[in-house]
């Protein structure tokens, strides 16, 4: 009985350690990262899929689920945002915000963005490329 209680402790206790283990966190990568390039909608159309774009303008409405329609001054293009992506944030139409993507091009139809990050813009981008 006495091994029993010892063996149910032993492992207790490396259950715990585990799990402080799996509560540790961790850094991060510091140096440079891959280039965003500022890019508009209608310039969306002529880039490969998965090209990395970052994006400012308005969301405009809802398509129901994470897909929504987003606008710049060169047109409109559907944008896929994950609810964890949001971190909270509240944004209205007349908000603009920076997105942060990947071009998401299917055999046929119009290309998205599969949304990596959005924040709330404090200051426009250049107009000058």
């Not at 944030?89 to 119009?110: A, C, L, N, S, Y």
């Amino acid at each position: 009985m006495k091994k029993y209680f010892l063996a149910l402790a032993l492992l207790a206790a490396g259950l715990s350690a585990a799990s402080a283990q799996a509560k540790k966190h961790y850094g991060g990568f510091v140096g440079p990262e891959t280039q965003y390039s500022p890019t508009t909608v209608a310039e969306v159309k002529n880039l490969s899929d998965d090209a990395r774009v970052m994006l400012q303008g308005n969301i405009i409405s809802s398509m129901g689920d994470e897909d929504y329609m987003f606008k710049d001054s060169t047109g409109t293009i559907k944008v896929e945002i994950d609810k964890k992506k949001w971190d909270g944030m509240t944004v209205t139409p007349q908000d603009m915000v920076d997105i942060r993507g990947k071009v998401d091009k299917h055999w046929f139809g119009e290309p998205e963005i599969d949304v990596k990050s959005i924040s709330l813009v404090s200051q426009p981008m250049s107009a000058t490329k």
